[in-house]
């Protein structure tokens, strides 16, 4: 029998691995284009300067050069448009004009018949800057003598997130984020103990396998783009605003992507890619390496400051948090990380009298940018840190000092935000229960819980086409990005109309064809993309059974959707009989749209959260103390999503994320010195290999049924980023008595760490 | 672009002849790609470090990022479009679907050609063998949890045949 078939019908298994595991899959990288020459990016070597002049002459004299694109063509292509884009401040030219902000910064772009030529002439290009000071530090950045990366701040409302930034004019900062309920000094004042701590958390790159691509078509009044975009429909509005062309008249097509952990979501190369197609008047490939992709972007680093007061019971009284974030050269969606930052620094704790406060900073270095649980895992990081210092403190066993604080389910996290909607008290024995099944022992293992707010904006649609064979086609701008989002639709799709998995297709995202959704992002598209093709769906049932009723008679209740048609109560009748019986011939099909707003289920959808994303990590780790490498052995993970869709897909995502939090919790650093990145290349950026991968994972996944989503689904896939560097950090600081407050948890920073020890002990400490 | 030499290059490909004209700087992964229309080997790292290359020349993996097409003149190139097909899958195509052993895949073709490479050195490898053997090929996604469920799997397949021929 044909095995692939025969695969495709067990349900569990996704739609794309088929064609993943035999190299057939087409990523926007594997796109071919009749004619299409080959981009390469001419970047700055210097952190800050002013750019006096380029000259692209010898460049343009290369036999297979057909167009070098820079900050001078901007005046003819833009028109009296914007030639700046952003997705909260309008910071970031097209291509540099006259000032370059970080190394890396895109100074021309070359278009050639190969990419041989493009790149060999980037080296004839002659650019003549004048350097600039630069800072690369987010607290020296903050200085007022500092050097200025942007003169104005030219604000967004409303782009791609609700509202807008609060930027501090004249300064680097461009965004300040304030908020307070109770009296937290007042707290202070009274308690019987207050903790003050400072973690750091590192710059750490996205490194998707795939790196960044575009092939950008430009014609006379419509654009064509061909992208690795978590976002096309953004891509789209940002393309629009800058080219002056209609929306409809913009067609972004998302072939299957290599990895995008949020590198790929708002906007990135597109339209630095498009503005060259104008430039060459012909469709144009860039496709950039991993090195060049770090240096696109990269999550924003993060100093933490945290002052919490305790009473003499263990009970949380108030809570100060203050994060300084780097965001680097331009803004991106720094402003919404800065503010989940501070809020995700909570937890899942009753905290009476709260003060949040953090800074999104300029600086000369690679733009900071959405990476999987945004603001998150620094939040995480620190409190969870924070937690278990207070509770040595206290001589309180960590996991009752985070019981004893810990909100339960219906409780306020933040009483603006949706009541936290999961079991936590429950999770967390759930992961030491499991930590012990397996064998490990949980009183001694490092234990860090979480609760993030996904910034989900509840805006998408999906059309569904019910053929005459009953199969399926979805049309839909939710991307597959590796994370399974298309399986689950299938799935829906195939349980809502009664068809078997394997006769339900999701075409390519394509936004001539599928209607608008926001960004497959921030958890979401299971609950919003799965809603909206679940109510589309339901749309064609009832229309089929509303038919069949007034065809055959009865009610339209007494029909349900079956294989190949519907059953009622004179029997089974097949689609094509009825289309047939109705229409004439065997010809034509059935359309749904499910269309998901903030206004749905009577405007439940615009409160915020929709749900929470929690996660709970237990883990035990070994160091050796000769050389300070740490390596976590066991690990358990544990989230609440709801309803597990397809299981192996929601295991993976749990263990994927954990392990890419394992690289900035032991490897990951991007680092800079005098402006300079050090390490931006595979070589020297070192994420986690398959021998570090601890001996032992275990998932556990709670189905409570209780989530927004299909069948009662949360989203889930960002929860278990958050837990792992708080729990290996607790787990170092329970058996061996270190503390490092610093990430990554280098060799050398634990060895040090380990001296310390060791020397107070000697002196009798 | 007209005084550079040219080159042929005869070498068999997933089991066929096969031969191309070169220039001598043309790397392989650029010849399978382009000349051949193979795309299942990824550029990525570009490197010759994250093993999204990966493909099989005498039966060993090599990255073909960093292979000049040219050093694979006579000998054997085995890509992912040559070890099974959708109708027909490799064992370890298999093992791979079974155990969910892929998120985004494109690191999955040069996974799975390294893994086939080492079952046929060592059928029934122990997990330390496998965490050592696969150490060049980055997984962004995965966590390389269910990746390597997927080839103790095979490895528990290759004992048992070990044992019973």
């Given at each position: 029998?044909?095995?692939?078939?025969?695969?495709?019908?067990?349900?569990?298994?996704?739609?794309?691995?088929?064609?993943?595991?035999?190299?057939?899959?087409?990523?926007?990288?594997?796109?071919?284009?009749?004619?299409?020459?080959?981009?390469?990016?001419?970047?700055?070597?210097?952190?800050?300067?002013?750019?006096?002049?380029?000259?692209?002459?010898?460049?343009?004299?290369?036999?297979?050069?057909?167009?070098?694109?820079?900050?001078?063509?901007?005046?003819?292509?833009?028109?009296?448009?914007?030639?700046?884009?952003?997705?909260?401040?309008?910071?970031?030219?097209?291509?540099?004009?006259?000032?370059?902000?970080?190394?890396?910064?895109?100074?021309?772009?070359?278009?050639?018949?190969?990419?041989?030529?493009?790149?060999?002439?980037?080296?004839?290009?002659?650019?003549?800057?004048?350097?600039?000071?630069?800072?690369?530090?987010?607290?020296?950045?903050?200085?007022?003598?500092?050097?200025?990366?942007?003169?104005?701040?030219?604000?967004?409302?409303?782009?791609?997130?609700?509202?807008?930034?609060?930027?501090?004019?004249?300064?680097?900062?461009?965004?300040?984020?304030?908020?307070?309920?109770?009296?937290?000094?007042?707290?202070?004042?009274?308690?019987?103990?207050?903790?003050?701590?400072?973690?750091?958390?590192?710059?750490?790159?996205?490194?998707?396998?795939?790196?960044?691509?575009?092939?950008?078509?430009?014609?006379?009044?419509?654009?064509?783009?061909?992208?690795?975009?978590?976002?096309?429909?953004?891509?789209?509005?940002?393309?629009?605003?800058?080219?002056?062309?209609?929306?409809?008249?913009?067609?972004?097509?998302?072939?299957?992507?290599?990895?995008?952990?949020?590198?790929?979501?708002?906007?990135?190369?597109?339209?630095?890619?498009?503005?060259?197609?104008?430039?060459?008047?012909?469709?144009?490939r860039v496709c950039l390496s991993v090195s060049e992709s770090m240096l696109t972007c990269r999550r924003l680093s993060a100093d933490i400051e945290l002052k919490t007061a305790v009473d003499a019971g263990g009970k949380l009284l108030g809570k100060s948090v203050r994060v300084?974030m780097n965001g680097g050269a331009y803004a991106d969606t720094g402003p919404a990380v800065a503010v989940k930052a501070a809020i995700r620094a909570i937890g899942p704790y009753h905290i009476p009298n709260l003060k949040l406060e953090s800074y999104a900073v300029y600086t000369?270095?690679?733009?900071?940018?959405?990476?999987?649980?945004?603001?998150?895992?620094?939040?995480?990081?620190?409190?969870?840190?924070?937690?278990?210092?207070?509770?040595?403190?206290?001589?309180?066993?960590?996991?009752?000092?985070?019981?004893?604080?810990?909100?339960?389910?219906?409780?306020?996290?933040?009483?603006?935000?949706?009541?936290?909607?999961?079991?936590?008290?429950?999770?967390?024995?759930?992961?030491?229960?499991?930590?012990?099944?397996?064998?490990?022992?949980?009183?001694?293992?490092?234990?860090?819980?979480?609760?993030?707010?996904?910034?989900?904006?509840?805006?998408?649609?999906?059309?569904?086409?019910?053929?005459?064979?009953?199969?399926?086609?979805?049309?839909?701008?939710?991307?597959?990005?590796?994370?399974?989002?298309?399986?689950?639709?299938?799935?829906?799709?195939?349980?809502?109309?009664?068809?078997?998995?394997?006769?339900?297709?999701?075409?390519?995202?394509?936004?001539?064809?599928?209607?608008?959704?926001?960004?497959?992002?921030?958890?979401?598209?299971?609950?919003?993309?799965?809603?909206?093709?679940?109510?589309?769906?339901?749309?064609?049932?009832?229309?089929?059974?509303?038919?069949?009723?007034?065809?055959?008679?009865?009610?339209?209740?007494?029909?349900?959707?079956?294989?190949?048609?519907?059953?009622?109560?004179?029997?089974?009748?097949?689609?094509?009989?009825?289309?047939?019986?109705?229409?004439?011939?065997?010809?034509?099909?059935?359309?749904?749209?499910?269309?998901?707003?903030?206004?749905?289920?009577?405007?439940?959808?615009?409160?915020?959260?929709?749900?929470?994303?929690?996660?709970?990590?237990?883990?035990?780790?070994?160091?050796?103390?000769?050389?300070?490498?740490?390596?976590?052995?066991?690990?358990?993970?544990?989230?609440?999503?709801?309803?597990?869709?397809?299981?192996?897909?929601?295991?993976?995502?749990?263990?994927?994320?954990?392990?890419?939090?394992?690289?900035?919790?032991?490897?990951?650093?991007?680092?800079?010195?005098?402006?300079?990145?050090?390490?931006?290349?595979?070589?020297?950026?070192?994420?986690?290999?398959?021998?570090?991968?601890?001996?032992?994972?275990?998932?556990?996944?709670?189905?409570?049924?209780?989530?927004?989503?299909?069948?009662?689904?949360?989203?889930?896939?960002?929860?278990?980023?958050?837990?792992?560097?708080?729990?290996?950090?607790?787990?170092?600081?329970?058996?061996?008595?270190?503390?490092?407050?610093?990430?990554?948890?280098?060799?050398?920073?634990?060895?040090?760490?380990?001296?310390?020890?060791?020397?107070?002990?000697?002196?009798?400490? | 672009?007209?005084?550079?030499?040219?080159?042929?290059?005869?070498?068999?490909?997933?089991?066929?002849?096969?031969?191309?004209?070169?220039?001598?700087?043309?790397?392989?992964?650029?010849?399978?790609?382009?000349?051949?229309?193979?795309?299942?080997?990824?550029?990525?790292?570009?490197?010759?470090?994250?093993?999204?290359?990966?493909?099989?020349?005498?039966?060993?993996?090599?990255?073909?990022?960093?292979?000049?097409?040219?050093?694979?003149?006579?000998?054997?190139?085995?890509?992912?479009?040559?070890?099974?097909?959708?109708?027909?899958?490799?064992?370890?195509?298999?093992?791979?679907?079974?155990?969910?052993?892929?998120?985004?895949?494109?690191?999955?073709?040069?996974?799975?050609?390294?893994?086939?490479?080492?079952?046929?050195?060592?059928?029934?490898?122990?997990?330390?063998?496998?965490?050592?053997?696969?150490?060049?090929?980055?997984?962004?996604?995965?966590?390389?949890?269910?990746?390597?469920?997927?080839?103790?799997?095979?490895?528990?397949r290759g004992a048992r045949l070990k044992t019973n021929p």
């Open positions: 029998m044909d095995a692939a078939r025969h695969l495709h019908n067990t349900g569990e298994i996704r739609g794309d691995y088929l064609e993943k595991v035999t190299g057939q899959a087409q990523f926007a990288s594997d796109v071919v284009i009749p004619g299409m020459l080959h981009g390469r990016v001419l970047r700055s070597p210097l952190p800050h300067a002013r750019i006096r002049s380029i000259d692209v002459s010898a460049a343009l004299a290369m036999p297979g050069v057909v167009a070098v694109l820079t900050g001078a063509d901007l005046a003819e292509l833009s028109a009296g448009r914007n030639s700046h884009w952003g997705l909260y401040l309008r910071d970031r030219p097209l291509v540099a004009i006259d000032r370059v902000r970080y190394v890396g910064d895109p100074v021309a772009a070359v278009a050639a018949l190969d990419e041989f030529t493009a790149e060999e002439a980037l080296d004839a290009i002659l650019v003549d800057y004048d350097p600039l000071p630069h800072v690369t530090d987010a607290r020296e950045a903050m200085a007022p003598d500092a050097p200025l990366l942007h003169e104005k701040m030219d604000k967004i409302q409303n782009f791609y997130f609700r509202g807008g930034t609060n930027p501090v004019e004249g300064t680097n900062i461009f965004q300040h984020y304030q908020y307070a309920h109770g009296d937290v000094e007042a707290a202070f004042s009274r308690a019987h103990r207050v903790f003050e701590d400072s973690f750091r958390f590192p710059m750490v790159v996205h490194a998707a396998m795939e790196p960044h691509v575009v092939i950008a078509d430009w014609r006379e009044d419509s654009i064509t783009l061909w992208s690795g975009a978590q976002s096309p429909t953004t891509v789209q509005k940002a393309l629009s605003l800058l080219f002056g062309i209609d929306m409809a008249k913009i067609r972004v097509i998302t072939p299957y992507v290599g990895g995008g952990f949020g590198g790929k979501s708002s906007v990135k190369i597109d339209p630095l890619v498009t503005a060259l197609s104008w430039k060459a008047k012909r469709p144009v300084v000369n270095t690679v733009p900071g940018a959405a990476f999987r649980s945004i603001g998150g895992p620094p939040a995480v990081w620190a409190t969870e840190s924070q937690m278990d210092v207070i509770a040595d403190a206290l001589q309180i066993d960590p996991v009752d000092f985070r019981l004893r604080n810990m909100l339960d389910k219906g409780g306020l996290v933040k009483p603006d935000l949706r009541p936290i909607d999961v079991d936590m008290p429950g999770m967390l024995r759930r992961g030491l229960a499991a930590m012990d099944e397996a064998g490990g022992n949980s009183r001694a293992s490092g234990v860090a819980v979480a609760a993030s707010d996904p910034g989900i904006h509840a805006l998408g649609s999906a059309l569904v086409r019910m053929k005459i064979d009953c199969s399926v086609l979805i049309l839909t701008n939710t991307i597959e990005l590796g994370q399974g989002a298309h399986g689950v639709l299938r799935a829906v799709a195939s349980r809502v109309l009664g068809q078997p998995l394997a006769r339900i297709k999701v075409a390519t995202p394509d936004t001539d064809l599928a209607p608008y959704d926001w960004v497959t992002g921030a958890s979401r598209s299971t609950v919003i993309m799965g809603l909206a093709v679940e109510e589309a769906c339901a749309e064609i049932s009832r229309e089929v059974r509303q038919l069949a009723a007034e065809l055959y008679g009865g009610e339209a209740a007494a029909y349900v959707l079956a294989d190949g048609g519907v059953a009622g109560p004179n029997g089974f009748t097949s689609l094509l009989d009825l289309m047939v019986r109705a229409n004439g011939i065997d010809s034509g099909e059935f359309v749904g749209l499910g269309r998901i707003t903030p206004r749905y289920r009577n405007g439940d959808f615009s409160r915020m959260p929709l749900f929470w994303e929690t996660a709970v990590g237990v883990g035990e780790t070994e160091i050796d103390v000769e050389t300070g490498e740490v390596r976590l052995t066991r690990y358990v993970s544990v989230a609440d999503v709801g309803r597990v869709m397809n299981r192996k897909s929601a295991e993976g995502q749990d263990e994927g994320a954990a392990i890419q939090a394992l690289g900035h919790t032991l490897y990951e650093e991007l680092v800079y010195e005098d402006g300079q990145p050090l390490n931006a290349s595979m070589i020297d950026y070192h994420v986690p290999a398959i021998d570090e991968a601890p001996r032992e994972f275990h998932t556990v996944l709670i189905e409570s049924g209780d989530g927004p989503g299909p069948g009662g689904a949360r989203g889930m896939g960002e929860g278990a980023i958050l837990p792992m560097a708080p729990v290996i950090s607790n787990s170092l600081a329970r058996q061996y008595g270190v503390r490092v407050r610093e990430l990554p948890l280098t060799p050398e920073r634990v060895w040090r760490a380990i001296r310390e020890v060791q020397r107070d002990a000697r002196r009798g400490k | 672009m007209n005084d550079i030499a040219v080159m042929d290059v005869t070498f068999t490909l997933n089991n066929e002849p096969a031969s191309a004209r070169i220039e001598p700087r043309e790397l392989l992964i650029d010849v399978l790609r382009e000349n051949f229309g193979l795309r299942g080997a990824k550029r990525s790292c570009d490197l010759g470090v994250c093993g999204a290359c990966t493909v099989l020349v005498d039966g060993l993996p090599v990255s073909s990022c960093s292979t000049l097409a040219a050093d694979v003149a006579g000998r054997s190139v085995l890509t992912i479009e040559g070890l099974g097909t959708p109708q027909a899958l490799d064992p370890v195509q298999q093992a791979f679907i079974e155990h969910g052993a892929m998120q985004c895949g494109f690191c999955t073709p040069g996974m799975v050609l390294a893994v086939k490479s080492l079952l046929a050195a060592e059928p029934s490898p122990t997990e330390e063998q496998v965490r050592h053997y696969l150490r060049g090929n980055i997984c962004r996604c995965t966590g390389y949890v269910k990746i390597i469920e997927a080839v103790m799997d095979l490895a528990k």
